[in-house]
Nanobody
């Protein structure tokens, strides 16, 4: 049974930093997966933010957050992180991580992922 659990969401001020975590369990092998971060702003659709290949550690970002967000991993803990800096009001959203066994070369579309977490709320004011 695959489970992804996000944590770290909070209400913060514009300009603050925040790190989200995505802890995975039940994956056959944590190496060899693409883990993506997505967000759903209030009243809007789910959008891709960043992705990381857990084997190689290669990362990719959507243009709107490039330079402010960093995705990283701790394979020993089977956890992927999303470090967010210089947060803006428009970063307010529910943030989700997703994973599946493929190599991602960009931020993949939502439909590529079989496994999703429950989400964590980030509010920037």
């Amino acid at each position: 049974h695959v489970q992804l659990v996000e944590s770290g969401g909070a209400s913060v001020q514009a300009g603050d930093s925040l790190t989200l975590s995505c802890a995975a369990s039940g994956l056959h092998d944590h190496i060899g997966y693409c883990t993506g971060w997505f967000r759903r702003p209030p009243g809007k659709n789910l959008e891709g933010v960043a992705a990381i290949n857990t084997g190689s550690g290669t990362t990719t970002y959507t243009d709107s957050i490039k330079g402010r967000f960093t995705v990283s991993q701790d394979n020993a803990k089977k956890t992927v992180y999303l470090q967010m800096k210089s947060l803006k009001a428009e970063d307010t959203a529910s943030y989700y991580c997703a994973a599946d066994q493929f190599y991602c070369t960009g931020v993949p579309p939502i439909g590529r992922f079989a496994y999703w977490g429950q989400g964590t709320q980030v509010t920037v004011s």
